[in-house]
């Protein structure tokens, strides 16, 4: 089955820690995107990627961090400079990033801070 | 900077009544609308996806229009049934090819 997985699908931060969230496409896209959901809100953009080893920051990419080593993966790491973490994160990706295509959302890590 | 409104924020119908959802969004320079469905603790699903030269794109019970002139997109839901409880979440892609999401309409469509 193609499709975009998302791990953990809990995940727990501590005070000052550092956590990665996980996100692996085997739909063979070139561009990915991470997305942080608030309760009762629309998502945001965090960063996204159009091309192996390049990325770019969306609108709120202060206090987070990514890399994009292989197509088919695009983590996400918290940074303990972010200082409410507690969201609802989504990855997506799409073909090529351009013009008119859809992108796909895996099923999401929900974030909590200890 | 694109701005993408959806009112109401929740909406409460009995079953078989047709659902009419609404979106706005400031800036007409779009390349294209998306229509999202997404289920409590999970991830979207693409519903309908409407070009800027289209008025509406159609699927089922779902049909969506499009007016890029005075920034409106609305989701027709017809005959709605229990299983359409979810959020629809409108989006908009423009310049940079970054999507612009409302805040989301929450339906609960009562048996």
């Known amino acids: 089955d193609g499709g975009i997985t998302q791990s953990p699908k809990y995940l727990f931060r501590k005070e000052g820690q550092n956590v990665t969230l996980s996100c692996e496409q085997n739909?063979?896209?070139?561009?990915m995107y991470w997305y942080r959901q608030d309760p009762g809100q629309g998502l945001r953009l965090i960063y996204y990627s159009q091309i192996v080893n390049d990325f770019q920051k969306g609108d709120i990419a202060e206090g987070y961090s990514v890399s994009r080593e292989k197509k088919e993966s695009f983590p996400l790491t918290v940074t303990s400079a972010q200082k409410n973490p507690t969201a609802f994160y989504l990855c997506?990706?799409?073909?090529?990033?351009?013009?008119?295509?859809?992108?796909?959302f895996g099923p999401g890590t929900r974030l909590l801070v200890l | 900077k694109q701005e993408v409104t959806q009112i109401p924020a929740a909406l409460s119908v009995p079953e078989g009544e047709n659902l009419v959802l609404n979106c706005s969004f400031t800036?007409?320079?779009?390349?294209?609308l998306q229509w999202f469905r997404q289920d409590p603790g999970k991830g979207l699903t693409s519903l309908l996806l409407i070009q800027s030269s289209q008025r509406e794109q159609t699927s089922g019970r779902l049909n969506a229009s499009l007016d890029k002139s005075s920034g409106r997109s609305t989701l027709y839901i017809a005959a709605s049934q229990p299983g359409d409880s979810a959020t629809y979440l409108c989006?908009?892609?423009?310049?940079?090819?970054?999507?612009?999401f409302g805040g989301g309409t929450r339906v609960l469509v009562k048996p």
């Open positions: 739909l063979n896209h070139d561009a």
């Open positions: 800036d007409s320079a779009i390349y294209n």
């Open positions: 997506a990706s799409s073909p090529t990033g351009t013009g008119i295509e859809t992108q796909y």
């Open positions: 989006a908009v892609k423009a310049a940079g090819n970054k999507l612009t």
